[in-house]
């Protein structure tokens, strides 16, 4: 059976995981009585207000995908909208909605899209906090990667720290989160997109993938 290896900063039910990823929350000062809403495309995004006052709670908040916006409510967030799991398509929820208020992005240290550059094109007002930052977890590597072992990865970070210490086997079988994490790997890496972007439709992939060999496998 062909292993399957989660790499990311929170594990899944059934697979290997790789907590290749480290987190280090910061706190900006911040003034949310100057937003009409904030804008996150990841969960460590609402894990950061965690150490705010609750006044963010009332704001409007716009989540990059569905898993996203589930933990925005849990932690707080009342008035809550989804954009389609990457960040390109936040701009047509704002468009949707003609917002013209002022809103904060609340970002990592490193980002991997434009889509902020693009939306003030359009004429929104966004302003930008960065709360995280991603480094690689040194203790997290395993020895072995498996030269048949199915890869899930779930943003660019979980590639580039998995690129400091193994290398891709043609063997391999790489399925990402989105496309935002699929343009960060090497360009001969073939790579499978999860319909949606949850771990939980990767790993439903991952599976199918592996069952396909099974089936195909002469032995």
Excluded at 177 to 201: C, F, M, N
Aim: hydrophobic share 35%.
């Amino acid at each position: 059976m062909r292993p399957i290896y989660l790499i990311s900063k929170t594990p899944y039910p059934g697979v290997i995981h790789i907590p290749i990823l480290s987190i280090t929350f910061l706190t900006p000062s911040i003034d949310f009585s100057e937003y009409e809403g904030i804008i996150v495309t990841s969960k460590q995004g609402i894990s950061a207000l965690q150490n705010y006052t609750p006044e963010w709670e009332r704001l409007q908040c716009i989540a990059v995908s569905e898993p996203t916006a589930r933990f925005a409510k849990e932690s707080g967030a009342i008035h809550v909208e989804t954009a389609e799991g990457y960040g390109e398509s936040i701009p047509k929820v704002l468009s949707a909605k003609q917002r013209n208020g002022k809103w904060l992005y609340l970002r990592p240290e490193v980002v991997a899209s434009s889509w902020v550059e693009h939306a003030r094109l359009k004429g929104f007002r966004i302003d930008e906090a960065v709360v995280y930052a991603t480094h690689c977890n040194e203790n997290a590597f395993i020895d072995t990667i498996e030269p048949d072992g199915v890869l899930i990865f779930t943003s660019p970070s979980s590639i580039r720290c998995f690129m400091e210490k193994y290398t891709f086997q043609p063997t391999h079988s790489v399925i990402v989160i989105g496309k935002t994490t699929q343009s960060a790997l090497p360009e001969s890496i073939e790579s499978y997109v999860s319909p949606d972007t949850s771990v939980a439709s990767a790993v439903k992939s991952a599976c199918k993938i592996v069952q396909e060999s099974k089936n195909s496998s002469p032995f």
